[in-house]
């Protein structure tokens, strides 16, 4: 069973089969039609009974509400296409966005069967554009919110000036999303959701003339829809973004914390590779920024990417100190073995810890197939024939840019606490080198870095590493201040 749900994972990861199959996002489209019809096509009947072609709408109005949504569908599938092709091509995504369009429709439509006389507002109909801000991009919250309000209204929920109030409310409910990626920030989106929706609220029911006591009543409904808006959308984030594999900024922010236990246990265990992965977490969240990959990732995937250290710390030259290096009484063939395995042992441990794919990935990635060069020259001043392949990491090049620059961030680290004599120049000449081993050795073919990224990784990573380890003066002591008094009866005191 579990393999099986492997194996239909990977068909539907980033460069699964389905994901290079153009029918499945058909397939996706067209389900999502099929099954939103059913919700859009239920009534009530004369009697108040729920039935799929009673009450008071003609066959012709069912089938244009559903060739409207239709289009609808059609239209945000466009939208992906041209202005959001990595959502476009996830069809792990696609299946996200289609699972939170449907049960919007679904939800809004069962309750509004259930109780007739329901208000639009006290629904908390900006969830999914929420979700979907959360989850994957504003972009695709703003179609959410689109798609939920044009349900709404389609189903009979809403119509009118309140289309107009639930789409602003949407609106702020996107808006309110970015906030929740900052630490403690549930009360701030709450309250400004909240706001938003008693705005709305008010404001439409006034604008259809609506006596004063009502538009209040509706306004305590907005603010009532806007709580249980976030609400909803903070409890359902974790299993979502566990059901589709997807990592949020708010989990990454929650993985940096360094009361995570994975991290205390390296801080503890391994002291020179957790400083080491701090150092290295700074210049891939700065280097993130700059090319415009996803900051918080690079961070995250920094602070874990040597892990695997944590079994045997002293193997590696950061923890080692001024104490015994364990490597002089070794073959160089099985301290390479050693080294390498730090790699999946880190992935074990991640998965044991149950991190986010997405850092797994960099942690697998980190070293792609490079070559473990300090041993591999060892092994080759011996007489003994040396195979390249057993000195080579057996990861995986990186994938993605923010694992780029992990990898990168990794070497220039590394390589400028090495540089002699350290000026800005001879670090940036150093860290320029690395990369040019990087590229040279294919290391970088598969992660979407450009030149011009790497030009501008070079730069960032030159200009922190300089501030970091530039030559400092020698550090003096204060000279003792003597006091020279004509009266040598007299004695400061000093206090
Ligand atoms: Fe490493
Ligand atoms: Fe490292």
């Not at 949407?170 to 709450?190: D, E, I, N, P, Y």
């Not at 709580?227 to 900024?249: C, H, M, N, Q, W």
């Not at 990454?252 to 994975?262: G, I, N, Q």
Request: hydrophobic content about 50%; aromatic content about 6%.
């Amino acid at each position: 069973m579990a393999n099986l749900a492997e194996r239909l994972y990977d068909a539907l990861s980033e460069d699964g089969a389905v994901a290079n199959s153009k029918w499945s996002r058909v397939a996706i489209g067209i389900a999502v039609l099929v099954l939103a019809s059913i919700p859009l096509s239920l009534q009530l009947d004369s009697a108040g009974e729920v039935s799929l072609l009673g009450g008071d709408r003609s066959i012709y109005r069912m089938l244009a509400d559903i060739v409207i949504f239709g289009l609808l569908v059609i239209g945000a599938g466009l939208v992906l296409r041209w202005h959001e092709s990595r959502t476009y091509r996830s069809p792990r995504v696609l299946l996200l966005l289609a699972t939170l369009a449907l049960s919007t429709i679904w939800i809004m439509q069962a309750l509004s069967l259930w109780f007739p006389e329901i208000t639009a507002f006290i629904l908390p109909i900006p969830v999914a554009a929420m979700l979907a801000t959360l989850l994957v991009s504003a972009r695709s919250g703003l179609l959410m919110g689109v798609i939920s309000v044009n349900s709404a209204a389609l189903i009979g929920l809403a119509e009118g000036t309140t289309v107009v109030g639930i789409l602003v409310w949407s609106l702020f409910g996107v808006a309110a999303a970015s906030l929740m990626t900052q630490r403690h920030a549930l009360f701030k989106s709450a309250g400004m959701l909240s706001l938003a929706g008693l705005m709305a609220a008010l404001l439409q029911a006034l604008s259809t003339g609506a006596p004063l006591t009502s538009a209040i009543l509706s306004a305590g409904h907005g603010a009532i829809g806007g709580v249980l808006t976030v609400v909803l959308a903070y409890g359902s984030r974790p299993f979502l973004e566990k059901a589709f594999g997807i990592t949020t900024d708010v989990s990454l922010m929650e993985l940096t914390d360094p009361a995570h236990p994975l991290l205390r246990e390296l801080a503890l265990k391994a002291p020179g590779t957790y400083s080491h992965s701090m150092m290295t977490g700074n210049l891939a969240e700065t280097a993130a920024q700059v090319i415009g990959a996803r900051p918080l990732l690079a961070r995250a995937g920094a602070y874990y990417h040597d892990v695997g250290k944590i079994k045997r710390p002293d193997f590696f030259v950061e923890n080692q100190a001024s104490g015994p290096n364990p490597h002089e009484s070794r073959l160089p063939s099985l301290s390479a073995l050693i080294i390498t395995a730090h790699v999946r042992e880190g992935v074990e441990l991640a998965r044991s810890h149950r991190l986010p794919l997405e850092v797994v990935d960099i942690i697998q990635q980190h070293h792609g197939t490079s070559l473990v060069t300090y041993f591999y020259n060892k092994a080759t001043e011996g007489d003994a024939p040396v195979l390249e392949a057993d000195f080579r990491y057996d990861g995986q090049t990186p994938r993605s840019r923010e694992a780029a620059l992990v990898m990168l961030a990794d070497c220039a680290e590394a390589v400028a606490k090495t540089v002699k004599k350290p000026t800005p120049a001879r670090i940036e000449a150093a860290v320029r080198r690395v990369m040019e081993v990087k590229m040279a050795d294919g290391q970088l073919m598969d992660s979407q870095l450009t030149l011009a990224d790497v030009e501008a990784v070079v730069q960032v990573y030159s200009k922190m590493l300089s501030c970091a380890y530039h030559s400092r003066n020698d550090y003096y002591e204060p000279r003792a201040v003597r006091f020279e008094y004509a009266d040598k009866s007299f004695e400061p005191s000093r206090t």
